[in-house]
Nanobody, 127 residues
Framework: QVQLVESGGGSVQAGGSLRLSCAASRYTYSSNCMGWFRQAPGKEREGVVAIYSGLGITYTADSVKGRFTISQDNAKNTVYLQMNSLKVEDTAMYYC????????????????????WGQGTQVTVSS
């Protein structure tokens, strides 16, 4: 069964922190690339962070470097997105995704190759 369930979104003031969680089914968690993507109103979906399992390859968007971190808990089939020093421009719907892609595609943060998507969780940052 393919399943990705995000949680942890909410409203926070600029400078604050949130941690998003993505609980995956065992089948989905076996995908070689897992990542977080976001989409703000009127904008295209963009990659935020991603990790290619087994090789330690990660992707982090320039706009969140030094502030956002992806991590995994293999025992819980869960991927996390720790977001610190949040900015108003981080406001968006955040999606967890998984897929079997080439390392380069995972490391590029492209959403095109991701086969499985969660329903999304809203993050709103106010000034």
């Amino acid at each position: 069964q393919v399943q990705l369930v995000e949680s942890g979104g909410g409203s926070v003031q600029a400078g604050g922190s949130l941690r998003l969680s993505c609980a995956a089914s065992r089948y989905t968690y076996s995908s070689n690339c897992m990542g977080w993507f976001r989409q703000a109103p009127g904008k295209e979906r963009e990659g935020v962070v991603a990790i290619y399992s087994g090789l330690g390859i990660t992707y982090t968007a320039d706009s969140v470097k030094g502030r956002f971190t992806i991590s995994q808990d293999n025992a819980k089939n869960t991927v996390y997105l720790q977001m610190n020093s949040l900015k108003v421009e981080d406001t968006a719907m955040y999606y967890c995704a998984a897929g079997n892609v080439y390392p380069y595609d995972c490391a590029s943060g492209s959403p095109g190759g991701m086969s499985y998507w969660g329903q999304g969780t809203q993050v709103t940052v106010s000034s």
